[in-house]
C-alpha cells in the first residue's frame, strides 16, 4: 500500500510540478476560421484549468483540437500525448513492453524480414564510420541493384531527424563525414511512391500510420490512422515537425476533407530547395522549428506545395495497407498497441518502422479524439479506463 501510494504521489508530483505552463499557447492563434464559432476569454481560461486540473492533460493542443468551438464535455474524448503526460503513460504503459524492439530500427528490420513483412531494401550498416554488411559487403549489394537513391537512418532516430538522402556515388563521402562517425545508422533504398501518393508531394515519402490494437483473444483492430505529408520541399513528414496530418475513413481508405498542420511556415514553401547535403537539411529544419510563434498551424483543404486536394482521394492498396498492419501487430506482440507507418509503393505497401509512442497528436487532430466508444472498449480488455 506504500508502494502504491508513493507511485501516486509521483504521478500527481510529476503533472503538477507544469503547472507554470498552464497557459502556454493560450494566446495562440484559433483554428477556427470564423470568430463567432469562438468561445469567450472567460470559457477558454475555465477550459484550460479543467483540461489541467479535471483531466490532468497539459492544455497545450487546445487549440489545435479545436476546444475553443467545442462543449467541455467533448473533451473527453481526447487522449494526452502518452509519451509526455504522467497519467496517461502509467495506463497506456501496461501495453508496452520491451519498446527498444520498436525504436531499434535496425532489430526492427530483422523481424520484419524474417516474418516476410516487406521493408525497403537493406543494404547494410554505417556504424561509428565503418561501413558494414552480411554475407555480401553493402558495395556489391549496391553495385548488383543500381539504386538511383539511397537513404541513412539513424538507428535509434526519432521524428525523422538525421535521416539523409544521397546518391550511390555518394557514399564515400557521407562515409568519411566525421559528424556521422558518433552514431549508426542503416543504409537502405530509398522508396519510390505510388504515383498517385507522389502527386501530394513529390519531396516526400506520404507515409500511413495506423494505430493496431491486438485483444486478448488474438484479433487485431485498426484504432484510428492518418496521411502523413512534408508540407515543403523539405523530404520529412513528420507532424512534430511542421508536416500535415490528414484523416483516413478507415472503412473506405478514403482521406478526410481537411489537412493539419501544427505550425506552418510559408518561407521553407517558398524557397522550394531540395537537398542532400545534411547541414542543409538540418538547417532547414532548425529555421521551421523557430518559426512555431511566427507561423501558427493552419488547416488545408489542399497541399500548400502542390494545390493537391485531400477530401475524397483513395489510397491505393487500402486492403493490404490494412492487412500489412494488421500481420505487423501480430508479429511485434510483445506491445499490445503499435503505430504502424506504412509506405505505398507502385507494387503495394511497404513498412517503414513502428512506434511504441503512437503520435497521437496528429491523428487526433485529423480524425477526432481517439477514445471513441469502441477504441474505449478495446482499452478495457486490458483494464484501461479513462475518466
Same mark, same amino acid.
Given at each position: 500500500?506504500?508502494?502504491?501510494?508513493?507511485?501516486?504521489?509521483?504521478?500527481?508530483?510529476?503533472?503538477?510540478?507544469?503547472?507554470?505552463?498552464?497557459?502556454?499557447?493560450?494566446?495562440?492563434?484559433?483554428?477556427?476560421?470564423?470568430?463567432?464559432?469562438?468561445?469567450?476569454?472567460?470559457?477558454?481560461?475555465?477550459?484550460?484549468?479543467?483540461?489541467?486540473?479535471?483531466?490532468? $492533460?497539459?492544455?497545450?493542443?487546445?487549440?489545435?483540437?479545436?476546444?475553443?468551438?467545442?462543449?467541455?464535455?467533448?473533451?473527453?474524448?481526447?487522449?494526452?500525448?502518452?509519451?509526455?503526460?504522467?497519467?496517461?503513460?502509467?495506463?497506456?504503459? #501496461? =501495453?508496452?513492453?520491451?519498446?527498444?524492439? =520498436?525504436?531499434?530500427?535496425?532489430?526492427?528490420?530483422?523481424?520484419? *524480414?524474417?516474418?516476410?513483412?516487406?521493408?525497403?531494401?537493406?543494404?547494410?550498416? =554505417?556504424?561509428?564510420?565503418?561501413?558494414?554488411?552480411?554475407?555480401?559487403?553493402?558495395?556489391?549489394?549496391?553495385?548488383?541493384?543500381?539504386?538511383?537513391?539511397?537513404?541513412?537512418?539513424?538507428?535509434?532516430?526519432?521524428?525523422?531527424?538525421?535521416?539523409?538522402?544521397?546518391?550511390?556515388?555518394?557514399?564515400?563521402?557521407?562515409?568519411?563525414?566525421?559528424?556521422?562517425?558518433?552514431?549508426?545508422?542503416?543504409?537502405?533504398?530509398? $522508396?519510390?511512391?505510388?504515383?498517385?501518393?507522389?502527386?501530394?508531394?513529390?519531396?516526400?515519402?506520404?507515409?500511413?500510420?495506423?494505430?493496431?490494437?491486438?485483444?486478448? *483473444?488474438?484479433?487485431?483492430?485498426?484504432?484510428?490512422?492518418?496521411?502523413?505529408?512534408?508540407?515543403?520541399?523539405?523530404?520529412?513528414?513528420?507532424?512534430?515537425?511542421?508536416?500535415?496530418?490528414?484523416?483516413? *475513413?478507415?472503412?473506405?481508405?478514403?482521406?478526410?476533407?481537411?489537412?493539419?498542420?501544427?505550425?506552418?511556415?510559408?518561407?521553407?514553401?517558398?524557397?522550394?530547395?531540395?537537398? #542532400?547535403?545534411?547541414?542543409?537539411?538540418?538547417?532547414?529544419?532548425?529555421? $521551421?522549428?523557430?518559426?512555431?510563434?511566427?507561423?501558427?498551424?493552419?488547416?488545408?483543404?489542399?497541399?500548400?506545395? #502542390? *494545390?493537391?486536394?485531400?477530401?475524397?482521394?483513395?489510397?491505393?492498396?487500402?486492403?493490404?495497407?490494412?492487412?500489412?498492419?494488421?500481420?505487423?501487430?501480430?508479429?511485434?506482440?510483445?506491445?499490445?498497441?503499435?503505430?504502424?507507418?506504412?509506405?505505398?509503393?507502385?507494387?503495394?505497401?511497404?513498412?517503414?518502422?513502428?512506434?511504441?509512442?503512437?503520435?497521437?497528436?496528429? $491523428?487526433?487532430?485529423?480524425?477526432?479524439?481517439?477514445?471513441?466508444?469502441?477504441?474505449?472498449?478495446?482499452?478495457?480488455?486490458?483494464?484501461?479506463?479513462?475518466?
Amino acid at each position: 500500500m506504500l508502494f502504491g501510494l508513493a507511485g501516486k504521489a509521483k504521478l500527481y508530483i510529476a503533472h503538477y510540478k507544469r503547472i507554470n505552463r498552464l497557459f502556454g499557447g493560450f494566446w495562440s492563434k484559433s483554428f477556427l476560421e470564423n470568430p463567432k464559432d469562438r468561445k469567450s476569454l472567460a470559457e477558454k481560461v475555465m477550459d484550460y484549468l479543467y483540461i489541467f486540473f479535471g483531466l490532468k $492533460i497539459m492544455p497545450e493542443n487546445y487549440h489545435l483540437f479545436g476546444f475553443d468551438g467545442k462543449k467541455r464535455s467533448e473533451f473527453k474524448n481526447y487522449l494526452g500525448e502518452p509519451w509526455d503526460e504522467p497519467f496517461v503513460r502509467r495506463k497506456i504503459g #501496461t =501495453l508496452w513492453r520491451n519498446g527498444i524492439i =520498436l525504436r531499434d530500427k535496425e532489430i526492427f528490420k530483422l523481424i520484419c *524480414d524474417y516474418n516476410n513483412l516487406p521493408i525497403p531494401r537493406h543494404y547494410g550498416h =554505417l556504424r561509428f564510420g565503418k561501413l558494414e554488411g552480411g554475407k555480401e559487403s553493402p558495395l556489391t549489394l549496391i553495385a548488383r541493384h543500381n539504386p538511383k537513391t539511397l537513404v541513412l537512418k539513424p538507428i535509434l532516430g526519432q521524428n525523422g531527424v538525421g535521416i539523409q538522402f544521397f546518391s550511390p556515388d555518394q557514399l564515400e563521402s557521407i562515409c568519411a563525414d566525421k559528424n556521422l562517425h558518433r552514431e549508426a545508422f542503416l543504409i537502405e533504398e530509398a $522508396i519510390e511512391q505510388h504515383p498517385e501518393l507522389n502527386a501530394i508531394n513529390p519531396h516526400s515519402v506520404n507515409s500511413i500510420r495506423l494505430i493496431t490494437f491486438l485483444s486478448p *483473444d488474438g484479433t487485431v483492430d485498426v484504432m484510428s490512422g492518418m496521411l502523413k505529408a512534408s508540407a515543403s520541399s523539405i523530404p520529412i513528414d513528420n507532424f512534430s515537425l511542421g508536416g500535415i496530418g490528414v484523416g483516413i *475513413d478507415l472503412t473506405t481508405g478514403r482521406l478526410r476533407s481537411d489537412g493539419y498542420v501544427k505550425f506552418y511556415s510559408p518561407d521553407a514553401v517558398i524557397d522550394n530547395r531540395q537537398t #542532400t547535403d545534411p547541414d542543409t537539411i538540418q538547417e532547414i529544419l532548425n529555421e $521551421i522549428k523557430t518559426m512555431t510563434s511566427k507561423h501558427p498551424g493552419r488547416v488545408f483543404k489542399r497541399h500548400p506545395l #502542390t *494545390d493537391f486536394k485531400f477530401e475524397g482521394f483513395q489510397l491505393p492498396y487500402w486492403n493490404e495497407v490494412l492487412n500489412t498492419a494488421i500481420k505487423a501487430q501480430m508479429v511485434f506482440s510483445h506491445g499490445k498497441a503499435n503505430a504502424i507507418d506504412i509506405a505505398i509503393t507502385p507494387t503495394g505497401p511497404v513498412i517503414l518502422e513502428g512506434n511504441e509512442s503512437w503520435g497521437t497528436t496528429g $491523428i487526433q487532430a485529423a480524425n477526432g479524439g481517439l477514445l471513441t466508444e469502441k477504441n474505449q472498449k478495446l482499452f478495457a480488455q486490458y483494464g484501461i479506463q479513462f475518466y
